[in-house]
């Protein structure tokens, strides 16, 4: 399940807004997920993405380009409890695919 | 509120022990899933259920074997425990189609010495 490609890691500061991508095969889509995982704890969903588009949800927003096989999760105004792994499976009949995350750091 | 257990957040076994893992959620979900997670290689599917004594191969299922008797449990089976088995477990649930999220119990942490 490693056709899933997303940065290793990023930083941004407190306040600011970051931009995680992610990108997929397009083979076998049905729609792609963002999950946000604090360290030592489980994933926790954030949003769904089947059609193009952008998609608002309070300070977090979703993108998705299925002919590109692209996405990206944009955090506004960050906060420090925004420090967290992100995650992209895209989805599938019973079986998400995973990739390796995202590690944002957040610092003041 | 909806709810996927673990039955222990931490575990410590020796090498050679036969380890059992439970996970219970409260949905009436059809799939159920067992991954294990390791710094740098992400959530990898260990096995998944999409019905009661039904279940498939992940990624990398040796070593490891489950059992699905009722819909609400999915057990997670190590039959010697290596020190390679070392990881954190995370169990997952989700509704049958494709746009449902799935729900993560809180892990457990299993060393194995």
């Known amino acids: 399940g490693q056709n899933i490609d997303q940065p290793t890691e990023m930083t941004a500061t407190e306040g600011a807004i970051v931009q995680i991508n992610c990108t997929y095969q397009?083979?076998?889509?049905?729609?792609l997920f963002w999950y946000q995982q604090h360290a030592g704890e489980a994933p926790t969903f954030l949003s769904y993405?089947?059609?193009?588009g952008l998609e608002e949800k309070g300070r977090f927003s979703s993108f998705l380009s299925r002919s590109k096989g692209y996405s990206y999760l944009l955090l506004k105004e960050l906060q420090m409890k925004d420090s967290a792994s992100y995650l992209c499976?895209?989805?599938?009949?019973?079986?998400?695919?995973f990739g390796r995350g995202t590690s944002l750091i957040v610092h003041p | 509120d909806v709810k996927v257990t673990q039955s222990s957040r931490y575990l410590v076994k020796r090498t050679g022990e036969k380890v059992f893992l439970e996970c219970v959620q409260d949905m009436d979900h059809e799939n159920m899933f067992w991954y294990r997670q390791d710094p740098g290689l992400g959530l990898r599917l260990i096995y998944f259920s999409y019905d009661v004594k039904m279940k498939e191969k992940g990624d990398i299922p040796e070593g490891y074997s489950v059992s699905r008797e009722k819909k609400e449990r999915f057990s997670l089976i190590l039959e010697s425990a290596s020190t390679n088995q070392t990881s954190m477990y995370l169990c997952a649930s989700k509704g049958r189609g494709s746009y449902n999220e799935q729900f993560f119990g809180p892990g457990t942490r299993l060393t194995v010495l």
């Open positions: 499976p895209k989805g599938g009949s019973y079986i998400p695919t």
């Open positions: 397009t083979s076998g889509f049905n729609g």
């Open positions: 993405n089947v059609l193009d």
